[in-house]
């Protein structure tokens, strides 16, 4: 390792200006702080975390939503971080404390077998291309689901576009690309390094980039060639599309991206929520959700603000008394800033 810190330092040194890498994974920002990674670096290399955290981007409407299905008397289950996340309406949490049927699950293999008892049950769907393929297969077995599943690429893009955070490079997550593989990637134009998770992994990744800055690259390179292959895994990719198909999708501190957002498919609208419980869904005034907060969950999540620029930070908001998503999970920037 610490033959990788020096030539760490020296392309720093050699590059002679302030670069932004970009972590986009959540796994990578527990790894980069748990790690000290951040404390490693020469002073003109700087670590941002980006949108890597499932719960984080999940839309406020869409946790206005799944509450107020919960608070109508839908039975809901869906991982444990998602129950705590406030929303205007109150969290999953809250809902069953009024109680509503909310049930926290590990695997949709557990909401499944939620079914035989409770046959209304709601999965709320949640992540990237690593778990929408479980998704899709409890929806062939007949499970309901409200999907915010995501795409990943299309964020990436998006943050290039708004050009509000100059990225001199990605650490491309590596759980996506075991499913996604490398092309997806290609011609973005900043350098990118898909990296595995250990401490070693992550400055190997860093170096990488570094080493394209210098040379005046911008390529995507594998460092994380254990688990990602080229192609990624196309059994998962086509399960993936067998189900669901590519829309518009609501993330937190983006709004819309174009053809970021996993919709259910007409052939399986009989498992779709957002069909099932349309008249509920309506009845929602989800000009609520749009109302401002002292959360900087959207700017921590592009980049532009940290945990310790959020007025509430440690004073009010905490992993006890989480004010906004990124305090919630494990994954979260605000739940690292605090731990480490
Ligand atoms: S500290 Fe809490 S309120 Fe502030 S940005 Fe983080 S999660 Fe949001």
Redesign the pocket.
């Known amino acids: 390792m610490k033959k990788v810190i020096k030539k760490i330092e020296e392309l720093a040194e050699e590059i002679g200006r302030d670069v932004n890498l970009m972590e986009v994974c959540g796994t990578h920002t527990q790894a980069v702080a748990r790690h000290g990674i951040r404390a490693l670096m020469p002073k003109n290399v700087h670590l941002t975390t980006g949108p890597g955290c499932p719960v984080c981007v999940t839309a406020q409407e869409d946790i206005d939503a799944i509450v107020n299905l919960a608070l109508a008397g839908i039975p809901v289950a869906t991982y444990g971080d998602m129950l705590r996340v406030p929303g205007y309406y109150g969290s999953l949490d809250e809902a069953r404390e009024k109680g509503a049927k909310v049930f926290s699950v590990y695997s949709v293999e557990e909401a499944l077998g939620l079914l035989d008892e409770w046959r209304d049950l709601v999965f709320f769907g949640l992540g990237f291309e690593t778990t929408t393929p479980m998704t899709a297969y409890a929806i062939k077995k007949g499970l309901t689901v409200y999907s915010t599943h995501k795409l990943f690429i299309p964020a990436m893009k998006a943050l290039l576009k708004t050009g509000e955070l100059k990225i001199d490079g990605f650490i491309s997550p590596g759980h996506v690309s075991t499913i996604i593989g490398v092309e997806p990637y290609e011609g973005m134009g900043v350098p990118q390094a898909i990296t595995g998770f250990t401490a070693e992994d992550v400055l190997v990744g860093i170096y990488m980039l570094l080493k394209q800055i210098e040379e005046g690259r911008a390529d995507v390179e594998n460092e994380y060639t254990r688990s990602v292959r080229k192609g990624g895994n196309p059994a998962a990719l086509k399960a993936i599309f067998e189900v669901f198909e590519i829309a518009g999708g609501n993330w937190r501190g983006f709004g819309i991206i174009p053809k970021s957002g996993l919709e259910i498919k007409k052939k399986f609208s009989k498992c779709d929520a957002k069909v099932k419980y349309k008249s509920i869904l309506d009845k929602v005034d989800f000009s609520k959700s749009r109302r401002p907060t002292?959360?900087?969950?959207g700017e921590?999540i592009r980049g532009l603000k940290e945990?310790k620029d959020?007025p509430?930070?440690k004073k009010v908001?905490s992993p006890e008394n989480?004010?906004?998503?990124?305090?919630v999970s494990q994954e979260g920037a605000?739940n690292v800033a605090y731990r480490y």
């Open positions: 002292p959360c900087k969950c921590i945990s959020c509430v930070f908001c989480p004010v906004g998503p990124c305090m605000c």
